[in-house]
């Protein structure tokens, strides 16, 4: 829990500092109103306490101790006091709202969209409140319902700064870089330090290397008073600026300053769960404790069951390459692809994380098994992915961790295994932003990062020696050195023909919503800048080189 438990009594001493002599509801509610809008919120905190400690009830003492909570980061306990505000207001759409809100920063997304729907229900005219649930929306992922509410918003309110950055932010996700430019600018006309905008400016502007004009930019923003989230996503663009500028130190810098302010904001979400690396060491245990020559379900033979002519998992690592050959593999005429969905996390937890669940898994069998495969199938048909006569590639780096799972479910599947230069792997990971979870909040550590590497890696090579997995093992530089034999050798395994439409993957992701934080080096095409980056941080990579060094000599990278 982030914080403590509400606190409703009151200090005889404070009350003698404020000289508080208030006794009717009305005379306090107008007392706490002038406090919160002086912004003097240990003031109305105060109030708002003695007030409900003598027995007055009014929604405005709710919303002041709410206030409060919030500007010390207690967003549970704020909860708590809008919640008791709602009760005595059920239809005011103002509350609703700042639920809706509360329910946002602790990452309930469902139920922040349920508030801000409630609010839209009494108050449909409210763009403010549309804003707020486009920023939820696009939190849950659901990108296209986010964008409508977002422009619902500039509808009703043409200057709404942070509507216009987020579409902005939308369009250049979609590879739409004149949209996102002028939505940009047309938000920093609406409020000149919104930072969205500076920054999607400053990542265009680190793009197209005028990394000098993108470091001023950011630095003059980062002067400024930048809300928590914000200065990460800013810090790490500096890095990338400073990095294009040729000043790798100083980016570096940059990087750890940006993943320790996102440690910051997102580490309270984890706090009283294993971290990553520790539920790595549990399952790799398991793993080697089980007996696997029982996890061998009768081989299914021509059709995967679900109307693919073939199914493939292309995973590895993250930042190994995997959304390059994906786009790759999009172009084929003969070929559906999903991107970085988890269906398989559920049961993966469910059956790798203990003996108990290792045992399950190698017993399960029959209608069961069924079952849990036909849920799978329904989750991407769900998706509107049209993969009837084609080959099915379920893209999801980190699907390596499943891989006892996708054996047992689907034992005819192929397993396209992505490699790139560990040193250049574990840099890139600490480099890019992604959105945290329990495994990406390893990443915002450099050794961390080279430990849940070296996990990872240790348990896809245990899978791969004790199950009869069909793997190829594709190599990011081997794509970029020759794109097409790579690709071929690839399209060989999966049982298509090479077209030449693969080349031109580029073009094919400038028009795609891609969810990875690799889609704008995609849309860049093949470039060899990207083999071999951790030579520029080979000072600062020294520390973890031990811990990756197993993996360098094992995947053939040598010392260079």
Request: glycine share 6%; with cysteine; net charge negative.
């Amino acid at each position: 829990m982030r914080g403590g438990n509400a606190v409703f009594g009151y200090d005889a001493v404070m009350s003698q500092t404020l000289n508080i002599e208030l006794q009717s509801t009305a005379e306090t509610v107008r007392a706490v109103a002038q406090a919160v809008g002086a912004a003097d919120f240990p003031r109305a905190r105060a109030l708002a306490e003695s007030a409900l400690s003598r027995g007055l009830i009014h929604p405005a003492f709710f919303n002041a101790l709410a206030l409060s909570s919030e500007r010390q980061g207690r967003d549970e306990e704020a909860l708590e006091s809008w919640q008791r505000a709602r009760s005595l207001a059920p239809k005011d759409p103002r509350i609703l709202s700042a639920i809706g809100l509360c329910f946002l920063r602790l990452h309930r997304f469902d139920e922040a969209i349920a508030a801000f729907d409630e609010a839209l229900g009494i108050e449909p005219a409210n763009a403010a409140t549309h804003q707020r649930k486009g920023m939820a929306l696009g939190m849950a992922g659901r990108q296209d319902e986010s964008e409508r509410a977002h422009r619902r918003a500039v509808q009703l309110q043409p200057r709404n700064a942070e509507s216009l950055a987020s579409l902005a932010f939308i369009a250049a996700r979609k590879g739409d870089s004149a949209t996102a430019e002028r939505l940009a600018a047309r938000a920093l006309d609406a409020d000149a330090g919104n930072a969205t905008a500076h920054v999607i400016l400053a990542q265009r502007e680190v793009s197209q290397g005028e990394c000098a004009a993108a470091e001023n930019r950011l630095r003059r923003i980062l002067d400024a008073n930048l809300p928590p989230h914000g200065r990460a996503v800013a810090l790490g663009v500096l890095g990338d600026a400073l990095d294009g500028l040729g000043r790798p130190e100083e980016a570096f810098a940059a990087y750890t300053a940006a993943n320790e302010q996102q440690k910051q904001n997102e580490a309270w979400r984890f706090e009283g769960k294993p971290d990553a690396l520790a539920v790595m060491d549990v399952v790799i245990a398991n793993y080697e404790l089980a007996d696997w020559h029982e996890l061998q379900p009768p081989p299914a033979r021509g059709s995967t069951g679900s109307g693919a002519t073939q199914h493939a998992f292309l995973l590895g690592f993250l930042r190994s390459g995997t959304t390059v050959l994906e786009q790759a593999l999009e172009a084929h005429e003969a070929v559906a692809t999903l991107e970085e969905r988890d269906f398989l996390g559920g049961l993966a937890e469910r059956w790798l994380t203990s003996r108990s669940g290792i045992d399950e898994l190698q017993r399960i069998e029959g209608e069961s098994l069924a079952q849990a495969r036909e849920q799978y199938w329904e989750n991407v048909r769900a998706l509107g992915i049209r993969f009837d006569g084609k080959v099915f590639v379920d893209k999801n780096p980190l699907n390596t961790l499943k891989l006892p799972v996708i054996w047992k479910l689907f034992p005819t599947a192929k397993v396209l295994l992505a490699l790139r230069d560990p040193r250049d792997v574990v840099l890139s990971c600490f480099r890019r932003q992604f959105e945290v979870d329990l495994i990406k909040l390893e990443l915002l550590d450099l050794e961390t990062t080279a430990r849940f590497y070296d996990r990872v890696m240790r348990y896809g090579e245990l899978c791969r020696e004790s199950l009869p997995i069909d793997v190829h093992v594709h190599r990011y530089e081997d794509m970029v050195a020759d794109f097409e034999q790579s690709v071929r050798a690839v399209c060989a395994f999966l049982g298509i023909p090479w077209q030449d439409s693969m080349k031109d993957f580029a073009a094919t992701a400038r028009n795609q919503d891609i969810r990875s934080p690799s889609a704008d080096q995609v849309r860049r095409g093949l470039y060899t800048d990207g083999v071999g980056q951790w030579r520029r941080y080979e000072k600062q990579l020294a520390p973890i080189l031990p811990i990756l060094r197993p993996w360098i000599e094992r995947f053939g990278y040598g010392e260079s």
